[in-house]
């Protein structure tokens, strides 16, 4: 397969490549850099001892996609490009809907002109709004979400079921991914978030490396065991391998498969700093504050549709994706250097 990676520059995007390449198949990375490195591509290059064409631009650029699509005999499409903060996308909903749906429509238009059907989409557990039992399978209702980030990713999933609906040749992978975390496991590629992280490994580990001085807990009063927000934590080459089992499941069938993508058990943010500490151990010193707007109490997948279907499940422990996520910050602890 040759398989278009928009936001192939980025955290997930650059994990799936490697796995791809791994695989045998051809990639070709789509980015327009605004959340990323063009560094972590020759990263890649070196893990996979491969070269990774790029082609810097944007997802709403329709002539530019078009050129992509008629330059690559592009297969397949692996579509990770999106705006994921979800406090940013409170303040700013127009960029967060022109991106991530806009950008979705305009890449699923040039995809449908050049003939392209395959797409796996990254979704997100999001989705699921605030459910009322754990844990969450596919047949979970959805919708009720509570930003405009979930919004997005619920409104570009309800528009590529209505797509695949009108024509059958479509075959869309929906990944609804529970909290991707941890870093290849050379430390030459791992999550380079700018300016304050809003995600709870990032800060952990930049708390561990002392460039912050404590980490918050938001919430000391959950309904949970230890009253901090529970979630499935999934490593994030796990999560790369089940978008390559994702796009050579699509590649036999038509239509619309949605999975989960989590390890189907869930850890409190205290018991992640515990583990955190035990595995690498440096201090995380961190105050309770109040809960943050818009977080659930808890949150985790059963995961036993793809176990099923794509004879996926998440391998990598909790121990590993922390020592992963460290070895990544301890090595790199000014990311990629943009
Ligand atoms: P990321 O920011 O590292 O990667 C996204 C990439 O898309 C970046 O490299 C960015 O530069 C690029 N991009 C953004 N807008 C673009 C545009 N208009 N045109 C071209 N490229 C553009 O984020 P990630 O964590 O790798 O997430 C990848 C996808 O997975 C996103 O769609 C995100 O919403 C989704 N997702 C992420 C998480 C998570 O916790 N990381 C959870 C669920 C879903
Ligand atoms: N948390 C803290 N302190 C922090 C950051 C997070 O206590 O500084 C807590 C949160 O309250 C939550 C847990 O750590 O209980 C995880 O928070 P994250 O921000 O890491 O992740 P979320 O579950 O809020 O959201 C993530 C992604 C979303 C995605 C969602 C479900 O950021 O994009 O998982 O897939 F939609």
């Not at 300016?195 to 709870?200: A, F, K, Q, Y």
């Not at 999934?234 to 391998?241: G, N, Q, S, T, W």
């Not at 070895?327 to 943009?338: D, E, H, K, V």
């Amino acid at each position: 397969m040759t398989v278009l990676v928009t936001g192939g520059t980025g955290y997930i995007g650059s994990h799936a490549i490697v796995e791809l390449q791994n695989a045998g198949h051809q990639v070709l990375a789509l980015d327009n850099l605004c959340n990323s490195s063009r560094e972590s591509l020759l990263r890649v290059e070196q893990i996979t001892g491969k070269p990774v064409p790029f082609v810097q631009g944007d997802i709403r650029d329709a002539s530019l996609l078009s050129r992509v699509f008629r330059d690559y005999s592009i297969t397949a499409v692996m579509h990770f490009a999106g705006l994921k903060a979800v406090g940013e996308s409170v303040v700013r909903p127009l960029e967060y809907y022109d991106v991530n749906v806009n950008g979705t429509l305009m890449l699923a238009k040039a995809m449908n002109e050049a003939g392209v059907f395959n797409l796996v989409f990254s979704s997100s557990a999001t989705v699921y709004g605030s459910p009322e039992s754990m844990p969450i399978n596919e047949q979970c209702a959805v919708g009720g979400t509570t930003n405009p980030y979930g919004t997005s990713k619920l409104m570009v999933e309800k528009m590529l079921q209505d797509v695949a609906a009108s024509d059958e040749r479509w075959s869309i992978a929906l990944l609804r991914y529970f909290n991707p975390v941890g870093a290849h496991e050379s430390g030459l590629i791992g999550e380079d978030p700018s300016g304050v992280p809003n995600n709870l490994l990032p800060y952990v580990t930049q708390v561990a490396v002392g460039q912050r001085e404590r980490l918050s807990v938001f919430g000391g009063d959950y309904p949970t065991e230890d009253g901090t927000g529970v979630r499935d934590y999934i490593h994030v080459v796990d999560l790369a391998v089940g978008h390559l089992r994702a796009i050579e499941y699509i590649a036999a069938r038509k239509g619309v498969s949605i999975f989960n993508l989590g390890t189907g058990r869930g850890y409190s943010v205290l018991e992640i700093v515990a583990a955190f500490e035990r595995v690498t151990g440096r201090k995380v010193p961190y105050a309770i504050m109040p809960r943050r707007a818009g977080d659930i109490a808890e949150c985790w997948s059963d995961p036993a549709r793809a176990k099923q279907e794509l004879g996926w499940v998440a391998r990598r422990s909790l121990e590993q994706m922390l020592a992963d996520a460290w070895r990544w910050q301890s090595q790199n602890p000014n990311g990629f250097q943009r």
